[in-house]
């Protein structure tokens, strides 16, 4: 993983106001990466996300928790606080705390310290099933990783583009899992397990998806003739949604190399980035940006 890497320092100021004076330098060092103690805090933290994340896991297995109840138990405080001191400064030092605090990452934040808290406020919660799954909602520090590499901001807006798109080809592929799943209903029937068409739509998505647990199979040659053909056809399907994304981030890449690029650099003044190449002067305050040469 690169340093920089991260694309929050040019986006991130006009969505939550960078403030002045100190606040406005302890933004700079939590929200942009485009300086040395702004990297340092990345590489900080992403290492303490993937170490608070490696000790949930191996607080997950018995030996090791039964073992090591004390030392995983100051390990996951020692986490928590320093993710709570983390959340407190970026809602300190952004001028709409409320509407950081409201954003994904916001409420990832919240989420990913809030349930040690809650076993500490509700007494004799670690006996409480349901309590101790929300152990499990620590693994959201693990979203915070997407804000620190650029392949996983390209990979969204691919998604996001291609949306309708996956859309179409779901209703696709719904409505043969509907179909084939009633063909069989009434071909087998329920002396071989398809009990009701929402079973028989169960066996045709796992058919379809190749993955074939076995609970259900057919035992007719005709059954089998159309388990066959939705094999095949599972194969054809599950290349396609690849094939829409791929070409949306294909599409994408061309549109940086041949259109106006967006430079790392930064107005003297009000601390704002993604200046065109061509800008002159600064799209939020109105000063005169820097001569810096444009990055292909």
Not at 199 to 212: D, K, L, N, R, S
Not at 276 to 296: H, I, M, N, Y
Request: proline share 4%.
């Amino acid at each position: 993983m690169k340093a920089g890497a991260s694309t929050r320092g040019n986006n991130t100021p006009a969505r939550y106001g960078r403030p002045d004076g100190w606040r406005g330098r302890l933004y700079d060092i939590i929200f942009r990466s485009d300086s040395k103690a702004g990297r340092r805090f990345d590489i900080a933290l992403v290492g303490a996300i993937l170490l608070s994340i490696l000790v949930v896991v191996l607080d997950s297995v018995p030996l090791i928790h039964a073992r090591y109840t004390g030392l995983m138990r100051v390990l996951e405080w020692s986490f928590t606080l320093l993710f709570t001191f983390e959340y407190a400064a970026r809602l300190l030092c952004v001028r709409q705390p409320l509407r950081y605090a409201t954003s994904f990452y916001g409420i990832v934040d919240l989420l990913s310290v809030l349930p040690t808290y809650v076993s500490l406020l509700v007494p004799g919660s670690e006996a409480l099933l349901d309590i101790r799954i929300l152990r499990l909602l620590r693994l959201f520090r693990i979203f915070k990783l997407t804000l620190y590499i650029e392949e996983y901001t390209r990979l969204a807006e691919a998604l996001a583009a291609s949306r309708r798109k996956i859309m179409v080809f779901l209703s696709v592929v719904l409505m043969a899992v509907l179909i084939l799943g009633t063909v069989m209903y009434v071909v087998e029937g329920p002396a071989h397990g398809y009990t009701s068409i929402p079973t028989a739509m169960y066996w045709a998505i796992v058919t379809m998806t190749t993955v074939g647990y076995g609970d259900i199979t057919p035992h007719t040659t005709l059954g089998k003739a159309i388990a066959s053909f939705m094999m095949l056809l599972g194969w054809g399907i599950l290349a396609v949604p690849t094939g829409i994304v791929t070409a949306e981030m294909t599409a994408r890449r061309n549109d940086r190399r041949h259109g106006p690029a967006r430079v790392p650099r930064n107005c003297e003044v009000c601390g704002n980035g993604g200046h065109e190449a061509s800008a002159t002067f600064c799209k939020d305050c109105g000063a005169e940006l820097p001569k810096v040469q444009a990055r292909r």
